[in-house]
Nanobody, 127 residues
């Protein structure tokens, strides 16, 4: 069974940085696509970033492009989301998601295509 465990959230001032981690277990993830999504209070879940594990190709929402960086560590089965120049509007619960590339890959910005999710980690950016 796939398990995803996020960590690294917290409270930070605007302009600051945080790095989120998502430790994955239960499978060999070389054929997976991994994504980060977020949900702010009263808002719908939205795509943040994704990475194809095998190729390392990365994708970003326009709202975070140039500020956030998604990466993976093959040896640790872990993906990261480095978040720089944080803004109050980045405040949300951040979720890690995973699924087979053949299933989620064609539409990797859509959360409904991912089967596996972590529990989420809160990120709060104060102004």
């Amino acid at each position: 069974q796939v398990q995803l465990v996020e960590s690294g959230g917290g409270l930070v001032q605007a302009g600051g940085s945080l790095r989120l981690s998502c430790a994955a277990s239960g499978r060999t993830f070389s054929t997976y696509v991994m994504g980060w999504f977020r949900q702010a209070p009263g808002k719908e879940r939205e795509f943040v970033a994704a990475i194809r594990w095998r190729s390392g190709s990365t994708y970003y929402a326009d709202s975070v492009k140039g500020r956030f960086l998604i990466s993976r560590d093959n040896a640790k089965n872990t993906i990261y989301l480095q978040m720089n120049s944080l803004k109050p509007e980045d405040t949300a619960v951040y979720y890690c998601a995973a699924d087979y590339e053949w299933r989620a890959g064609p539409h990797l910005t859509q959360g409904n295509n991912y089967e596996y999710w972590g529990q989420g980690t809160q990120v709060t950016v104060s102004s």
